[in-house]
């Protein structure tokens, strides 16, 4: 049984008679307070009733200076009991008669004392006959007498009404006690006996129940909810036997865990992956397995993330130690009112091979083995930067091999191919360590020396005896199919950083360098000298030009058509070109790269945002566009990317415009993944909330890691023109597009081919499931006059020659 203090009525009746006290006793005093003011007005009138009863008598007394008159009126006043004190004197204040008795001692004459502050403490009533002062009649007041009567009543009062709290509150704690807390402690009573029994099957049932009140209803409720929870955990128990077949039927490895890490169940597929009976596994802790298990962290994991699954990647150990790369998701989960980790295994070492194949694919030829040109240009761009850093010279070797392609042509590609494998052998032959050759495709090899010499002249010396050695060993016969062949080579060779070219353009320098050599009979090398000047001044031309581009409306927007299977238009894809009248119409591959070594790029950027989508509002709104258009691609720069507020300048672009979000897709490029994954996916997930698609431009020339695909909010992904261009000589390069395509069907990802220039091309894309294309062959990019043209008369592509040719741009 509870303590009488603790109990409801015991409470209730408490703050019951607390409030029913305050409340009398605030009455009270208010009545009080009202009968002390009646009482006031009383009193003063008593005291000059009192004295006006004697005013005549007293008068005659001061008049005819009659002393023995005046003593008889001062004793009638002393009957009145209400004075203490009184004098009367004559008009010149010479004392006729005088009564003086001591103040009467009451019970409450502190009250009385308390009282008389606010009322006059004497009286002093002017005696006057025809018109003259003839006396004076001063009386003190005895207010113990006075307010006696006031006293009493107030004092009745109050204890009347405390005596009435009281018995309301034995009554109401009497029957608070027998209507509610009695029949309270009987139902907890009943609920503790419940509570006690091991059972919990069968129904219950309590008197209470047949109740009308409020006592009824909690039984009954508690009647209805013991029912609800037998049968919650009838569901559970189904649950739990549900979720324990599901673990030990699943083909992956499951393990269930405390949050130490102690394993507490596991099933076949975890015995099979890690190689230990089910005992052993019941005994170990995760830690033994992934050493990567921290056990505060999932504590605090537990705290925060209850029902949210993590993924990520780790090793695992097996029994006999090696270690298995698998793929974890992770969760943690209530179980028999515990929280647990729960974790779905799965072994990628496939995967992670699969993986490597492709990036082998993308960044080395698959015949000789050699690195091709993504590759290369990654070491040639590494190496540019160590050059000027150190003060190195360094050189790269473009290496064609001449008649190939009537060897080719007369034995047969088979023939060909092993040619190509033994010229690439003894290509590496005559590398020093350091140095690496590359296959660029058919019959071109480049060979990247990165460290010559401090000296232009040594350098030189030391690139011309490799290339005299290389045209001695290529010269020598080969044996192909039991036949001997004999080829030759020609080499362009150029050296740097003699200026600021990178390494696109030191490419395109060894490439015409090589040209000049077969231009001068073939099997010989040339190096590239006097154009590189030329090309500086002209840098330094284009870099003050673009300074100004913006500001004298130089730029230009042109628009390339992106179209489904059909022909049909399915989107545009948004490209600056940059008309100087100084320096003529320059391509974006050679200005783009200097606005980002200047900065420009992010005024650049932001003009060309804002005016594509102006451009798409114009179209949506006045010209049309088909309805299978889709979207309207912008490239962005990694450097326009990078910036802080990008996000906030992409949103106030699309205030600005009031362009539809969902119509506009962002292409980045794929190494820009790699620089800060969680930066970069968190300003696309922003920019996706507002509708906005991503797209990776160039797919295939970087080197990411496939698996941050499927944690970007990707909608697309465009294979390089440079795999497009080679698909038709070069099998890796099918193979490469192939294996995207195949790749992005089970990420649900679109493709879209560029750079698709022939039919056959096209052709080749639709048989391996590519069908989405953007190239000459359909268009070429269109200034937006003649593409409101061409959408007037037909938004299906290829265009006619004839009509084609007038809607190619003319700069103003």
């Known amino acids: 049984m509870l303590a009488l203090r603790k109990r409801l009525s015991y409470k209730q009746t408490k703050w019951a008679l607390l409030l029913l006290l305050i409340m009398a006793v605030s009455v009270s005093m208010y009545h009080i307070y009202s009968d002390w003011q009646e009482e006031k007005n009383n009193i003063h009138e008593r005291v000059i009733g009192t004295l006006e009863m004697v005013q005549n008598a007293a008068t005659e007394s001061a008049y005819t200076l009659d002393n023995n008159l005046a003593g008889k009126v001062l004793a009638g006043l002393a009957r009145s009991n209400i004075f203490y004190r009184m004098h009367l004197s004559d008009d010149l204040g010479n004392q006729m008669a005088l009564y003086l008795r001591p103040l009467t001692e009451k019970r409450f004459s502190w009250i009385s004392n308390y009282l008389s502050t606010e009322l006059s403490p004497n009286y002093q009533l002017d005696l006057i006959r025809e018109n003259s002062i003839v006396g004076h009649l001063k009386v003190e007041v005895d207010y113990a007498v006075v307010t006696e009567t006031f006293i009493n009543r ?16 034995a009554a109401m704690l009497t029957l608070i006690y027998i209507q509610t807390s009695r029949p309270i402690s009987q139902f907890i009573e009943r609920l503790s006996l419940l509570a006690k029994s091991k059972s919990t099957q069968g129904g219950v049932y309590f008197p209470e129940s047949a109740r009308d009140d409020e006592l009824g209803v909690l039984a009954q409720t508690f009647t209805a909810l013991w029912h609800q929870r037998q049968n919650i955990q009838v569901e559970l128990e189904k649950r739990e036997a549900y979720f324990r077949a599901v673990i030990h039927q699943s083909r992956e490895c499951m393990l269930l865990t405390t949050q130490d890490g102690q394993i507490l169940d596991c099933n076949n597929a975890a015995r099979e992956l890690l190689g230990y009976s089910e005992s052993d596994l019941l005994s170990m802790n995760l830690k033994a397995i992934d050493d990567t298990f921290d056990r505060a962290e999932l504590i605090e994991w537990a705290k925060n993330s209850l029902g949210e699954v993590s993924t990520f990647e780790t090793h695992y150990r097996r029994q006999d130690s090696t270690r298995v790369p698998v793929e974890v998701c992770a969760s943690i989960i209530n179980l028999d009112e515990m929280p647990r980790y729960l974790v779905s295994v799965r072994d990628i070492t496939q995967r992670i091979k699969d993986q490597e194949q492709v990036k082998y694919l993308a960044y080395y030829d698959a015949l000789t083995n050699l690195p091709n040109r993504r590759l290369l240009h990654d070491r040639l761009e590494n190496a540019i930067e160590v050059c000027r850093e150190h003060g190195h010279i360094g050189g790269v070797l473009f290496i064609d091999l001449d008649r190939f392609k009537t060897i080719n042509d007369s034995m047969g590609h088979h023939a060909g191919d092993q040619l190509l494998v033994e010229v690439s052998k003894r290509i590496t032959s005559l590398l020093a360590q350091g140095d690496s050759a590359s296959r660029l495709g058919g ?42 062949l004999y080829v030759s080579a020609s080499i362009g060779i150029s050296l740097f950083p003699l200026d600021q070219s990178d390494g696109m353009r030191i490419l395109q320098q060894a490439d015409t360098a090589m040209y000049r050599a077969k231009e001068n009979g073939r099997s010989g090398f040339h190096f590239y000298r006097n154009e590189m000047q030329q090309y500086a001044t002209d840098r330094l031309k284009m870099e003050k030009a673009l300074h100004h581009a913006l500001e004298r409306n130089e730029l230009r927007l042109v628009y390339q058509p992106q179209v489904n299977s059909k022909g049909e238009l399915i989107g545009l894809e948004a490209l600056v070109r940059w008309f100087s009248p100084e320096l003529g119409m320059i391509p974006p591959n050679r200005f783009i790269p200097i606005a980002e070594e200047t900065g420009l790029i992010v005024p650049l950027g932001e003009w060309v945002l804002t005016e594509a989508c102006q451009q798409l509002r114009a179209w949506q709104q006045v010209t049309g566009l088909p309805e299978t258009f889709k979207c309207l691609a912008i490239n962005i720069s990694p450097y326009q990317f990078s910036r802080e507020d990008f996000v906030d300048q992409v949103l106030k672009v699309f205030e600005q415009t009031q362009v539809d979000p969902s119509y506009i897709d962002l292409e980045i490029t794929e190494n820009m993944l790699v620089e800060n994954i969680k930066s970069v996916a968190a300003k696309m997930q922003r920019l996706r909330q507002h509708g906005v698609h991503f797209s990776i431009d ?21 294979i390089d023109q440079s795999f497009v261009r080679d698909i038709s000589d070069d099998p890796n390069s099918y193979e490469i597009i192939h294996t995207i395509i195949s790749m992005a069907k089970h990420m649900k990802l679109s493709v879209i081919a560029e750079g698709v220039e022939t039919l056959f091309e096209k052709e080749v894309l639709t048989s391996i499931g590519c069908t989405r294309y953007q190239g000459y062959h359909f268009s070429k990019p269109l200034e ?3 593409l409101n043209l061409q959408l007037l008369q037909s938004s ?11 809607l190619e741009y003319q700069p103003e």
């Open 443 to 484: 019959d071109e090899f480049v060979l990247l020396l990165p460290d010559l010499s401090n000296h232009l002249e040594e350098a030189q010396t030391e690139v011309s005896h490799l290339a005299e050695r290389l045209l001695e060993t290529l010269s020598q016969a080969f044996i192909i199919q039991d036949v001997e």
């Open 154 to 169: 107030s004092i009745r009062l109050v204890s009347t009404t405390l005596f009435a709290i009281l018995v309301v509150g």
């Open 796 to 806: 299906h592509f290829p265009l006619e020659e004839a009509h084609t040719a007038s």
């Open 698 to 718: 160039d797919f295939g020339t970087g080197y990411s890691s496939l698996r941050y695909l499927k944690y970007l909010p990707l909608s697309q992904l465009k």
């Open 784 to 786: 937006k006059q003649a």
